[in-house]
């Protein structure tokens, strides 16, 4: 049994779903582990983890409408000095995930047909996003 | 330390909450691993996993209400062409949880009381899902 | 490769977020694993966890105004037996996490740097929430 770990930075440009599966799939294939358990965790309060339809493109366009929909900017938040985006995109944050694990089966990770793994940030401005990336298995 | 993997298909029929409890139960107890971490990965984007209350069916009748409510059918959504349920099936699936992580101890899921595992079934036509189990310990 | 686990009491008044982020930094800096695995288990179905903003507490009464909306008491449940608290208790648990998982690395845990682990009670009387810690690692 071992373990590896690494850490992904990803650009964003604003709000919407990222996408990392083939990040997180060359990591784990890197490793040559066979069986195991995969865990991804996003450092940051203010941007997200999805498991999401990866085919068609009209499912991002409608998620990022709900959840702009759910926790609006301008809603009489208290917490307003990080700018009107900043306190829906922790609402957000709690709705969605903030980690993910996904077993590993014949050195690969166990994801269905459609599904792909997203980073979803919240906020409207540039970031530099932080993810660690966790590994143990044979 | 060992691992050990299993793949569960449950047929659903309808929106709803299936309880897998038991079928998880079974595959923990037959391993016989007495410390350890078991995983449940729904390798689906239109279905879920829930751990919620297990003693009045109420609860659930009260949950389906209210997802039913917070992403109904016929928003107004882009993606629609696999059915008027495909798009709140994917925001519903968003809000609750595609993956469960479990420490066992003593042999068992260290479950509370009245808490059971849900498959989430978001569709409103019969579908077999697909639940991958991955367990970790000694 | 070694495993530790541990279970916490949390006693809670009234609903809110209360962190345990220092409890379980020091379970892990207790069991000397450098490179690993924890998990966290809310044992649970009207309490739950989350990864919040630790900086400003005006996140924690915005977040806690959002959930009072989005899952209001006395919105018509058939559940009730055990208070208007607790059906919407049901629904703020599903939406937020049972559950986290966070890779540990030199020894600590990757939380970003304004990270704080929450036990979210949803409860207006008191409790003693009993949080699982399991850890895997080397």
Redesign the interface.
């Known amino acids: 049994?071992r373990?590896a770990?690494q850490c992904l930075a990803i650009p964003t440009d604003g709000k919407g779903l990222y996408e990392v599966t083939w990040a997180v799939h060359r990591f784990v294939e890197s490793e040559r582990i066979e069986?195991?358990?995969l865990?991804v965790?996003c450092?940051?309060?203010?941007a997200s983890l999805?498991?999401?339809?990866n085919a068609?493109p009209?499912?991002q366009?409608?998620?990022k409408r709900?959840f702009e929909a759910?926790?609006p900017e301008n809603a009489g938040?208290?917490?307003g000095?990080e700018g009107p985006d900043d306190?829906p995109a922790?609402?957000r944050?709690?709705?969605?995930?903030?980690?993910?694990?996904?077993?590993i089966?014949d050195g690969r990770m166990?994801?269905?047909t459609?599904?792909g793994i997203y980073l979803f940030e919240h906020r409207r401005a540039p970031h530099r996003r932080?993810i660690?990336?966790?590994l143990?298995?044979?």
């Open positions: 049994m373990q770990s069986t195991g358990l865990t965790f450092r940051h309060t203010s999805l498991i999401q339809e068609d009209d499912v366009a409608d998620l709900f759910v926790a938040y208290i917490h000095a306190m922790h609402i944050a709690a709705l969605t995930q903030t980690q993910l694990s996904i077993p089966a166990v994801l269905g459609w599904q932080s660690a990336l966790h143990i298995g044979v």
